[in-house]
C-alpha cells in the first residue's frame, strides 16, 4: 500500500496491506466511538462517481471521508448530469479530474471500467464495484468483518453462496482471502452461477482450497462464515433469473435445523435470499459488516492520501 495508489483489484492486496488497514481501521473506530472528531483530511476533495446505484458503498466512502474532516463532491444521479444529453462517463471523468479532486471513487457497469479510469485519471482512483468483475474494498470491509469476528483469518472455512458467477464480491473476496493460512472456500450455487474460470484460475495460482457444493445442507455445520448473496438480476438473461429465482434462501427456519449455525454474511442489499427473520440470531453478521465499511474506507483514505 503506498500514497497516491490506485485500488482496482483485491489481488493488489497482500496479507501484510490487509493487516495495516485492519490496525488503522481499528485505531479509526476507536477516535470515532470514542465520539472524537478528526481533521486529517481538512482541504482534501473526493470526487464520487456512481453510474451504477449503490447505497453502502457510496454512502459509506462518504461518510468516511466526511469523518476524516475531507470534502466530497458526488456526481448526482444521471438524469442532471450531462450524462442526459449523451456524455459519456469517460469524459465526465476527465473534465471532472481536471478540477483536481485529491481521490476519485468510481463505479461502472462495465468489467474493466476502474482500470480505464485510472488511466484517464490524474488523480487515485478506487473502484467501487466494475459489473461482475471487482469490488475491491468490499473485500476489505468482509476480511475485516471475519478478522473482528474470530481474531484472526487464517484457517477460516468460508461458505460462499448465491450467484457466484456475476457477483463482483466473490471474486475480490476469494483474491482477498487467498493471502491467508489453510482458507477453506465452499462455493455453494446451482451449477451455472459457479465462478468464472478466470477467477478458479486465480485461486489455483495462489494454491487456495476450495469445493463446489449444489446445495448448503451439505456443508453448513462445516463452515465458519456462510456469505450469501443475491443474484445479480441486472446482469443476467430474463429467462436465466425466473429459472434461478429462489433457489437458494436462508430463513431462520433453515438455519434452526442445524446444531451449529455459522456467521452469516451478506454485503446486502439482499431481496428474497436472507430473509428479515434470520436479523434476531447472534450469528447475524450483515449491519455490523456494512458499518466495518465505514471504517475501512476511512483507514483506505487516510492511507491513499498519505495522511
Ligand atoms: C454489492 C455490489 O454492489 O456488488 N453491494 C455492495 O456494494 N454492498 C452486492 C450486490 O449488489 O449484490
Not at 501484510?16 to 481499528?26: G, K, M, N
Not at 470534502?71 to 459519456?88: I, Q, R, T
Not at 436462508?250 to 451478506?266: A, C, D, Q
Amino acid at each position: 500500500m503506498h500514497k497516491g495508489m490506485d485500488v482496482i483489484s483485491a489481488l493488489q492486496f497482500s496479507r501484510s496491506d490487509i493487516e495495516f488497514l485492519i490496525s488503522v481501521a481499528e485505531d479509526l473506530r476507536r477516535v470515532v466511538e470514542r465520539g472524537g472528531s478528526l481533521d486529517i483530511a481538512k482541504g482534501r476533495i473526493m470526487f464520487t462517481a456512481f453510474f451504477e446505484p449503490s447505497t453502502r458503498t457510496r454512502l459509506s466512502f462518504q461518510f468516511a471521508m466526511t469523518r476524516l474532516g475531507g470534502v466530497v463532491v458526488d456526481l448526482g444521479p444521471e438524469e442532471v448530469s450531462s450524462m442526459a444529453k449523451g456524455e459519456s462517463p469517460e469524459d465526465t471523468l476527465r473534465t471532472v479530474d481536471g478540477y483536481g479532486p485529491d481521490l476519485i471513487v468510481v463505479r461502472h457497469r462495465e468489467p474493466g471500467f476502474a482500470a480505464k479510469a485510472a488511466e484517464i485519471c490524474r488523480a487515485p482512483v478506487i473502484n467501487a464495484g466494475d459489473g461482475y468483475n471487482e469490488h475491491p474494498t468490499q473485500a476489505l470491509l468482509d476480511v475485516y468483518t471475519i478478522w473482528r469476528v474470530f481474531g484472526r483469518v487464517d484457517g477460516v472455512r468460508v461458505g460462499l453462496m448465491g450467484d457466484l458467477k456475476y457477483g463482483r464480491t466473490i471474486s475480490s473476496l476469494s483474491y482477498a482471502l487467498s493471502n491467508f493460512r489453510d482458507v477453506e472456500i465452499h462455493f455453494i450455487s446451482p451449477r451455472e452461477l459457479q465462478p468464472r474460470e478466470e477467477v478458479l484460475r486465480k485461486l489455483d495460482e495462489r494454491r487456495v482450497r476450495y469445493e463446489f457444493h449444489e446445495k448448503p445442507d451439505e456443508v453448513l455445520e462445516r463452515l465458519d462464515v456462510l456469505y450469501v448473496t443475491r443474484l445479480q438480476k441486472e446482469r443476467m438473461k430474463p429467462e436465466e433469473y425466473e429459472r434461478l429465482k429462489g433457489s437458494y434462501v436462508i430463513t431462520y427456519e433453515y438455519l434452526k435445523k442445524f446444531r451449529r449455525i455459522p456467521v452469516i454474511m451478506h454485503p446486502l442489499p439482499r431481496v428474497w435470499e436472507l430473509t428479515p427473520d434470520v436479523d434476531v440470531l447472534p450469528q447475524a453478521m450483515y449491519f455490523e459488516q456494512a458499518r466495518n465499511g465505514l471504517y475501512m474506507r476511512m483507514a483506505l483514505i487516510k492511507t491513499i492520501l498519505g495522511l
